[in-house]
Structure formats: C-alpha cells, structure tokens
C-alpha cells in the first residue's frame, strides 16, 4: 500500500536518512523508534512534502509521491504532530472540519454532512462534549484526541504521527493507542508512528524500523524487534527485554 524505496536525504549536505526502504500494507501501525537527532520528524516531513528528498522514491500503491501536489498528497497522507499550534482559538468542532479542505475547497462553509461526519468521528474517539470549547482551553491529552479526529476527518489513507503521546500523562498515552488503533482496524489505514517509548508498541504496533546515524537497523515484526541485541545497537547501551504476562517490557 505504502512504500518507501532507497530514501536519502540531506539537509545542508549532510545525510540525515540514508538508503532508507520500508513497506507498509493496510492494517500496519509502524512504530520508528531513533535516538534523538536521527532524523525521525526529517522522516515525516519528506512524506508529507515539506522537504525533498536526495534521491529514492515514495510510492503510495502505484503513485509516486513526488508526483503529487500538496492537495493530491492531502488526499493519500495525514499527519498527527507531536503538539500544533493555531492563530484562533478555534472551537474543536471548526478545527476538525479545517481537516476537510482537501474535499470543499479553502473558501467553501462545510455542507451539512460533512459536519455530522465530522461530529460522528468527535462521538467515535470519545470527545463530542468538546465540539464547542476552544482548543486554546483543552488538556494536553485532549489535544492530541482533537488532532487525531482532524486527522481522520481527512480520509487520507496513510496517517503520519510525530511522537504524538510525548506530553501525556500515562492514562492517555494508552488511551490514545487504543483509540488509534481501533480506528485503523476500522477504516483500513495504515500508520507510522515516531515514538521514544518501545514499552508501548509492544503491546500496539504490528511492526517497527529502528535506525540509528540515519542507518536503517532493523524492520519488520515487532515482537522480533524486542530483542536485546536489537534494542542494545539503536540505543548505544545494553537494553534487557523482560516476559511479563506474555508481553515485552524493555529496561537497562
């Protein structure tokens, strides 16, 4: 469905990412997990359109990425950022509806279909009691709901998430996985997802990429990317994975 084949790129003549591949297919959280300064969000942005490429391609099923402008790729990519930041305090219900521009056009009021898709999905992800607030007043794990549905209101296929659980407290990290996840399975996407934590894409993701200098380490099923040898190399220090209740948990 989605595929990235010997992705480089540099900034400043420098390579951040390099000879990068990966293959996602419907149904697959990805989670990327690099040290800081490895160029996951340099990633993100180079899906997205924001920066270019060195050389490589990035195919969603048969289309090149390059191939498409900003609109098009609108159509195809979602993103999720870590925090966003607005000019307004708009109410949540006109910021998710902001996700539908690629469908009405920039100067175009949402008919009223669109706006009840855009409530179904606020009901779905357990926030239509904040259609109304400012998402200058929410909560941090209230943010990243609120950027989640604007996302999914999009109808891209792919979903791009740059360390979205990174402010939130240890109750809504796992309610933002279980939320994200069920939403995949339903609508049929496929995710990537920049995470620090490997703890939590034991229990979420289907597969991982580590890489490390821009270097690609390993990809594949996560539960064979929970291997101490494995997690050791990416973090430059010996990791030890532990079985609890038939689950992973990673530590020094």
């Given at each position: 469905?989605?595929?990235?084949?010997?992705?480089?790129?540099?900034?400043?003549?420098?390579?951040?990412?390099?000879?990068?591949?990966?293959?996602?297919?419907?149904?697959?959280?990805?989670?990327?997990?690099?040290?800081?300064?490895?160029?996951?969000?340099?990633?993100?942005?180079?899906?997205?359109?924001?920066?270019?490429?060195?050389?490589?391609?990035?195919?969603?099923?048969?289309?090149?990425?390059?191939?498409?402008?900003?609109?098009?790729?609108?159509?195809?990519?979602?993103?999720?950022?870590?925090?966003?930041?607005?000019?307004?305090?708009?109410?949540?219900?006109?910021?998710?509806?902001?996700?539908?521009?690629?469908?009405?056009?920039?100067?175009?009021?949402?008919?009223?279909?669109?706006?009840?898709?855009?409530?179904?999905?606020?009901?779905?992800?357990?926030?239509?009691?904040?259609?109304?607030?400012?998402?200058?007043?929410?909560?941090?794990?209230?943010?990243?709901?609120?950027?989640?549905?604007?996302?999914?209101?999009?109808?891209?296929?792919?979903?791009?998430?740059?360390?979205?659980?990174?402010?939130?407290?240890?109750?809504?990290?796992?309610?933002?996985?279980?939320?994200?996840?069920?939403q995949i399975k339903k609508r049929g996407l496929c995710a990537l997802?920049?995470?620090?934590?490997?703890?939590?894409?034991?229990?979420?993701?289907?597969?991982?990429?580590?890489?490390?200098?821009?270097?690609?380490?390993?990809?594949?099923?996560?539960?064979?990317?929970?291997?101490?040898?494995?997690?050791?190399?990416?973090?430059?220090?010996?990791?030890?994975?532990?079985?609890?209740?038939?689950?992973?948990?990673?530590?020094?």
């Amino acid at each position: 469905m989605f595929s990235i084949k010997n992705l480089t790129i540099k900034i400043d003549n420098k390579e951040i990412i390099k000879d990068l591949s990966l293959e996602l297919k419907i149904g697959d959280l990805c989670a990327v997990l690099a040290p800081n300064g490895s160029g996951k969000t340099t990633l993100m942005k180079t899906i997205v359109g924001e920066l270019t490429a060195s050389s490589g391609e990035m195919y969603f099923e048969d289309r090149a990425l390059k191939s498409l402008n900003a609109w098009e790729r609108s159509k195809i990519i979602a993103f999720v950022p870590q925090d966003f930041s607005c000019a307004f305090d708009y109410c949540v219900l006109d910021f998710v509806l902001l996700g539908g521009i690629n469908k009405t056009g920039l100067w175009k009021v949402p008919h009223k279909e669109l706006v009840q898709k855009a409530k179904a999905i606020l009901e779905e992800l357990g926030i239509l009691s904040l259609q109304e607030r400012g998402i200058f007043h929410l909560s941090g794990g209230q943010r990243q709901m609120v950027a989640l549905a604007r996302a999914l209101f999009q109808e891209s296929h792919i979903l791009l998430l740059d360390e979205p659980t990174a402010w939130l407290d240890l109750k809504n990290q796992f309610l933002f996985f279980k939320v994200l996840c069920t939403q995949i399975k339903k609508r049929g996407l496929c995710a990537l997802i920049n995470i620090h934590d490997p703890n939590l894409i034991t229990q979420y993701a289907t597969r991982a990429i580590f890489f490390r200098d821009g270097q690609k380490l390993y990809e594949g099923d996560v539960s064979e990317a929970m291997d101490s040898e494995k997690l050791s190399e990416l973090y430059g220090m010996p990791v030890q994975v532990y079985e609890v209740g038939g689950r992973s948990f990673i530590a020094p």
